[in-house]
């Protein structure tokens, strides 16, 4: 006569069942965030480039102007800075000391005003950050890594699905 076991089912094997299968999610992921990232000055642009280059999905690379109500795509053509942001999940701000402040508030403040969550990245140049350029960007940001450098900017556009 054999003897029926009394143990009861691991983990892994509960998670198989019929009963576990009822609290599956059973959508896809969602789609690829509609991300913006925006350099405020050229060596935060260089950055930007050498990581878009990577392609993303829906996500999209600019410059700002010195006053942040126009950016510039990374092929040079000139965009309004509301329509290019007003759809879109996420904006990502990269610096460097010599960014220019009025524009990173004027950005920040559209974004604000939408909802729209925002993260910074601080890019060390040729030296330390001043605490100027911390104090510019940090009332407009959500998530602010300093220092950073282009392997953040990689990863946070994978963590967020761009």
Same mark, same amino acid.
Request: proline share 4%.
């Given at each position: 006569?054999?003897?029926?076991?009394?143990?009861?089912?691991?983990?892994?094997a509960r998670a198989v069942t019929a009963e576990e299968a009822a609290y599956r999610i059973d959508y896809p992921l969602a789609?690829?965030?509609?991300?913006?990232?925006?350099?405020?000055?050229?060596?935060?642009?260089?950055?930007?480039?050498?990581?878009?280059?990577?392609?993303? #999905?829906?996500?999209?690379?600019?410059?700002?102007?010195? &006053? !942040?109500?126009? /950016?510039?795509?990374?092929?040079?053509?000139? $965009? *309004?800075?509301?329509?290019?942001?007003?759809?879109?999940?996420?904006?990502?701000?990269?610096?460097?000391?010599?960014?220019?402040?009025?524009?990173?508030?004027?950005?920040?403040?559209?974004?604000?005003?939408?909802?729209?969550?925002?993260? #910074?990245?601080?890019?060390?140049?040729?030296?330390?950050? &001043? !605490?100027?350029? /911390?104090?510019?960007?940090?009332?407009?940001? $959500? *998530?602010?890594?300093?220092?950073?450098?282009?392997?953040?900017?990689?990863?946070?556009?994978?963590?967020?699905?761009?």
């Amino acid at each position: 006569m054999m003897a029926t076991s009394t143990n009861p089912l691991s983990a892994c094997a509960r998670a198989v069942t019929a009963e576990e299968a009822a609290y599956r999610i059973d959508y896809p992921l969602a789609h690829a965030r509609s991300t913006r990232v925006i350099a405020f000055d050229e060596s935060a642009a260089q950055t930007v480039a050498s990581v878009a280059a990577v392609g993303w #999905g829906q996500a999209q690379f600019y410059t700002a102007s010195s &006053s !942040g109500d126009e /950016l510039v795509t990374l092929s040079g053509e000139p $965009r *309004v800075m509301i329509a290019e942001i007003e759809h879109s999940d996420s904006v990502i701000f990269a610096a460097t000391d010599a960014m220019d402040p009025g524009a990173v508030a004027s950005v920040g403040a559209a974004c604000r005003e939408r909802s729209i969550m925002t993260a #910074g990245l601080l890019l060390l140049d040729s030296g330390p950050l &001043s !605490g100027t350029t /911390l104090a510019a960007i940090r009332p407009y940001v $959500r *998530v602010l890594l300093v220092p950073a450098d282009e392997d953040d900017l990689f990863e946070l556009l994978k963590a967020i699905r761009a």
